[in-house]
């Protein structure tokens, strides 16, 4: 199979580029950059710089590549998650989210191509439950209909995407939706963001920390007051302190706290269901030790 990557030098890019070329297919890889060219090429795939913002640029180079699939992977990610304004720090990825989809879209079609496989997000966008697990979102649930007001236009993008893709004329449009990424090369790696955090102690429990966040590679999703500490205990880090509610919304705004206190988490029962996936490791606790 032919396999167009958007997006070859991210996170999840450079881990698929070569599991699918083990598979035996042939792959294609963007980048943004003249300089990431070799890394694509040392992973197995052909190199093309495109900017996804340019439609131009992405139709001209979809039609030439002539793929089976597009896998839609870019996102601009970089720095540190401003958890009070989700919006400042997602703003160009909600542009490759919004337009940059749009134009890949495009040149799908113009091309021929026969799925467009697309990443989307779950976690703190979902509607809020009650935090018990039988309570967890699921593809059918509704992105929250009223999230807080500096991440209105991340839910926005994220929502483009989920109604855009699947409804694209003449392609199989697939939207998968991740959870927060952990291991090497993210925020929870050995010496990621929050990783680092949580060894200062920087990284506290807010409120009644009920808030479930669901991990990429977990079987089973957690609370706040849960995962957190098993984290500290897993890198050998002391325990995380608590602050009150109050502290904490000073602290890290309304989006943090219903990040640290509502978030709703999410089912993975469909992905096994449907595309006999199982998790890499069986919780999130086993996850965590390989820090």
Partial sequence: MRIFLVGATGAIGRRLVPMLVERGDSVVGTTTSDAKQRDIADLGAEPVVVDVLNRGQTVAAIVAAKPDVVLHQATALAGSFDVKNPDRFFAQTNTIRTAGTDNVLAAAREADVRRVIVQSYTGWPNSRGDGSAPDLAT????????????????????????????????VEGVVLRYGGFYGPGTSLDADGEITERVRKRQFPIVGDGAGVWSFLHIDDPAPVREWLPALAEAIGAKPPMRVPAWVGRIAIGDNGMRMMTATRGSSNAKAKRELDWTPQYPSWRDGFRTL
């Fill in 139 to 170: 593809e059918e649930t509704p992105l929250d209909p009223q999230p807080s007001a500096k991440a209105r236009q991340t839910i926005a993008a994220i929502a483009h995407i989920e109604s855009v893709v699947p409804a694209t004329a003449g």
